[in-house]
C-alpha cells in the first residue's frame, strides 16, 4: 500500500496556517518535500515533522532548537538520547518562563505601587515630592 502524501494546501489546511509558514519551514531545514514540476509533494514523514515542529513552537522554542531534537529521531538507535536532550531543552525553557514571571510579577507590583500613589494623590490625600511621583518601594 502506498504511503500517504499531502500537498502544501492540505497541509496548510490541517495545520491552520499558511503556505509562506511550510515553505519557509522547508528552507529552514525541517521539510523535505518531494517535486512534482513545480509541485510539492509531503510525505506521512514532512506532516510528522511538521506537527513536530509547530508543537515545538508552541513550547517556545527556536527552529533550531526543534530541527536539532528532530533530527535526532534520524540519526538516534533509541529515543533516550533524544529524549534527554528534550528533557534539556524544557528545563532551560521552563527556567526562563518563569524569570519572566519573576520579572512581570516585579512590574506589576511596581505598577500597583504607582497607580496607589496617584490615587491618593487625585484624592488629596498626599503630594507628590516637588511635583514628581516618587518611585514606589
Same mark, same amino acid.
Given at each position: 500500500?502506498?504511503?500517504?502524501?499531502? =500537498?502544501?494546501?492540505?497541509?496548510?489546511?490541517?495545520?491552520?496556517?499558511?503556505?509562506?509558514?511550510?515553505?519557509?519551514?522547508?528552507?529552514?531545514?525541517?521539510?523535505?518535500?518531494?517535486?512534482?514540476?513545480?509541485?510539492?509533494?509531503?510525505?506521512?514523514?514532512?506532516?510528522?515533522?511538521?506537527?513536530?515542529?509547530?508543537?515545538?513552537?508552541?513550547?517556545?522554542?527556536?527552529?533550531?532548537?526543534?530541527?536539532?531534537?528532530?533530527?535526532?529521531?534520524?540519526?538516534?538507535?533509541?529515543?533516550?538520547?533524544?529524549?534527554?536532550?528534550?528533557? =534539556?531543552?524544557?528545563?532551560?525553557?521552563?527556567?526562563?518562563?518563569?524569570?519572566?514571571?519573576?520579572?512581570?510579577?516585579?512590574?506589576?507590583?511596581?505598577?500597583?505601587?504607582?497607580?496607589?500613589?496617584?490615587?491618593?494623590?487625585?484624592?488629596?490625600?498626599?503630594?507628590?515630592?516637588?511635583?514628581?511621583?516618587?518611585?514606589?518601594?
Amino acid at each position: 500500500m502506498k504511503e500517504p502524501t499531502f =500537498t502544501i494546501t492540505e497541509l496548510s489546511r490541517d495545520f491552520d496556517i499558511t503556505p509562506r509558514t511550510i515553505r519557509y519551514y522547508e528552507h529552514q531545514g525541517l521539510l523535505f518535500p518531494q517535486r512534482s514540476g513545480s509541485a510539492r509533494i509531503y510525505s506521512k514523514r514532512d506532516h510528522t515533522r511538521l506537527k513536530l515542529t509547530l508543537r515545538g513552537k508552541r513550547l517556545g522554542l527556536s527552529l533550531a532548537e526543534i530541527k536539532d531534537l528532530i533530527d535526532m529521531y534520524d540519526t538516534a538507535r533509541d529515543e533516550s538520547s533524544q529524549l534527554t536532550r528534550f528533557l =534539556t531543552v524544557l528545563t532551560e525553557r521552563k527556567a526562563a518562563l518563569e524569570q519572566q514571571r519573576e520579572d512581570i510579577e516585579a512590574v506589576l507590583a511596581e505598577i500597583n505601587g504607582v497607580e496607589e500613589q496617584c490615587r491618593r494623590i487625585l484624592a488629596g490625600n498626599s503630594r507628590p515630592a516637588k511635583g514628581r511621583l516618587r518611585r514606589a518601594q
